[in-house]
């Protein structure tokens, strides 16, 4: 029965990647995400992202952030964050003079939910972000993450697993309702210290003017853990992002 969803989730892994490489306007949304359990409450992370508008080619994003949470009972934590956000004109590949250059800092609220095997991630953010192009701003983000393990009740080293998740964006600025997050895809925990995992994101952007923009990316990450057997929740495999 392993081998059997291990096949299906190689075929998906393999589907995705080959779908999205056929997009021609697809970009490319690379992260790793660094972890480290100081004991079952606390804990400290790190994360660089880097964005490109073409498949691995036109970069013009990229983010270094970092923080602490602390997890309380099981299904409980709150973390908060600081980072750099810096954006480039597309075609440009980090050639000054960026769009938008962003200092960011907010707190978070984080609820586990555990249905059998389906890991439910219910993520809330406030965001206080000093911006270079339009000033001080305020943002609101709501995120729901499901992780469903394929063949291991939890999810354990040589555990392959789908996730889906969708995240909105409010600001109390216009426009009021900023942005929609939507991605599937599938991860494999190679060990307790290392999981990698890839998938489809589609985002959707709207400007003070009604108008929107979508655009669509592969998303691949790498998470790394230290001294992950201090992990106090049950393993459900994100990004701080």
């Not at 729901?144 to 555990?159: E, R």
Request: net charge positive; with cysteine.
């Amino acid at each position: 029965m392993k081998s059997f969803y291990r096949t299906i989730a190689c075929c998906l892994f393999l589907t995705t990647g080959n779908f999205c490489i056929a997009q021609h306007s697809l970009g490319a949304w690379n992260i790793v995400s660094l972890k480290l359990n100081l004991d079952q409450n606390w804990s400290l992370f790190q994360e660089v992202q880097l964005r490109s508008q073409l498949f691995y080619d036109n970069f013009s994003y990229y983010e270094i952030k970092g923080g602490a949470s602390y997890s309380f009972e099981k299904r409980y934590s709150v973390l908060a964050g600081f980072g750099r956000f810096t954006t480039y004109s597309d075609g440009d590949s980090f050639k000054k003079p960026y769009v938008n250059k962003e200092w960011r800092l907010w707190e978070q609220f984080l609820v586990n939910n555990y249905l059998g095997r389906l890991k439910l991630e219910n993520r809330v953010r406030i965001e206080q972000r000093w911006t270079s192009n339009v000033g001080y701003r305020n943002r609101f983000k709501y995120r729901l993450n499901a992780v469903l393990p394929l063949a291991n009740g939890k999810i354990v080293p040589g555990t392959f697993y789908v996730s889906g998740w969708d995240e909105i964006y409010v600001s109390n600025n216009k426009p009021r309702f900023e942005s929609n997050r939507t991605y599937a895809g599938i991860g494999y925990q190679i060990s307790t210290h290392l999981t990698v995992q890839s998938g489809y994101l589609f985002q959707v952007s709207y400007k003070p003017d009604d108008t929107h923009s979508g655009k669509r990316y592969l998303q691949v990450s790498v998470l790394v853990e230290t001294n992950a057997h201090k992990e106090h929740h049950e393993k459900t495999p994100s990004t701080a992002d």
